[in-house]
């Protein structure tokens, strides 16, 4: 049956080059060390603050004997142990370096064919690296929705942070989904999106998203503060004026009850809103726990070193003891000193910016045309009113919030506590509603 080409696009797909494949074993090396990093740190949260058990204990068990073994490796070389260091590090250096390069000139992307019959029926093709060809067929009345994801691109040997896309794929009413583009920003995204939606009938949602309109993959589920899209019939201000009046009364008193104790305050007048995240005591171990994720395994990793040659030491002396020498276990009295201090003094000061990075403030102002976006007193973007398209939050892989036009977007990074993100995106939505609304109200002919 002929076949002719309906869309091409494309997407990326990050792959080895011979330099990543050299350093697989170091990277494992890392991996490992990533790998007991997180889990010592859940261990940390659940049973120190949040005093929960641990279920898997054999796991912690067989971490610290290989953890043991890695330390006698190190204490055995540790003449050399500095320059292995040195060494690793370059070598990552060297490995991000390549692959980000990569990836900037584009030669990690993949095209994909959208072919179409003269039956009607759609023919999806691409090729993967080392991989078979894929070639699946369906129809138009298969889809179900156009879905936009974001997604982190990952490469290199240590499989570090290369960028950001967002890819626009197939549903089927069977959960299957099919790449068909990637685009760089929300609205080149959201053009392709639209170009599929005239030959098929089916919404455009954002994946993992949550809102109170169109876009939104679930509804916002929070119902702790009481919105204008959530008035019940009966207070309908046509229908009755006096208990409208007096609910719009306990809704306003509902909204000031909550927002004193949440992370978000609002200032408003006839003309202009203000929306803000503030900082509340519960927030701090939330903070905390974002930094050590975050920024502290460069930290972890040089109070490791340090600890894994004084543990090796410990090893050493007691498999010679076991040898018939005299067992004498006395850990050195320099092992925590020397040049560790910059490196250290180092990554306390990444933490310390990281920790500046996610306490910053985030402003929105509202007034009857515009909407500004600020961090503090950066401005990340201003909207015209009248031309966005919705207010969504984003759970993938963070909890952020994005509103956008169809030309440009803008998005308010994660604040301490997701229900302060629910609740700001409320705020910011009935904002928007009420400013809009306002200027859709009949003026009065004099």
Known sequence: MPESLFFLGKMTHPQKN???????????????????????????????????????????????????LLSWVTYLGKVYFSWVLA??????????????????????????????????????????????????????TTIREIKISQV???????????????????????????????AKTVPQALYQAKIFQQWVNAPIIFNQSQGLGNYAEFSLDDDRIV????????????????KYAQYQVVKEEIRKNYLKHSGIN???????????SVWQFQHSWTLLKQIIQESGFLLFLLIMSRLMLGMGEIVDRVIQGFKGHTLVV?????????WTLWPVAIAVAIMIYKGWQLSRVKHCFLDPHFLKVMLDNQVLGKLNLKDIEAI??????????????????IILPKLQQKEDSKLYLRCLQEGIDYFQNLNQSPQTDL
């Open 18 to 68: 011979s330099f990543a494949i050299l350093l697989s074993p170091f990277a494992q090396v890392k991996k490992f060390f990533q790998t007991l990093y997180f889990f010592i740190l859940r261990i940390m949260w659940s049973e120190l603050i949040c005093e929960q058990k641990q279920e898997n204990e054999w796991a912690g068990i067989l971490f610290f004997f290989i953890f043991l």
């Open 87 to 140: 060494g690793f590090l370059i070598l990552w250096y060297l490995d991000y370096g390549w692959a980000k390069a990569d990836y900037h000139q584009g030669k990690y992307s993949i095209p994909i064919y959208l072919l179409q019959t003269d039956d009607g029926q759609l023919i999806r093709k691409s090729h993967l690296p080392n991989r078979p060809p894929s070639k699946l067929q369906f129809d138009w």
């Open 152 to 182: 982190i691109i990952y490469g290199g040997a240590f499989q570090e942070k290369l960028g950001k896309v967002w890819q626009i794929s197939l549903r089927q009413f069977d959960e299957v989904e099919w790449i068909i583009d990637e």
């Open 227 to 242: 919105s204008t899209r959530q008035t019940p019939l009966i207070f309908q201000p046509h229908r009755h004026p006096e």
């Open 266 to 276: 609002l200032q408003k007048t006839p003309s202009k809103w203000h929306i803000f």
């Open 330 to 338: 006395e850990i050195s009295h320099n092992w925590l000193s020397g």
């Open 392 to 409: 969504l939050l984003l759970n993938n892989p963070e909890p952020e919030i994005l509103i956008f036009t169809l030309k440009d977007a």
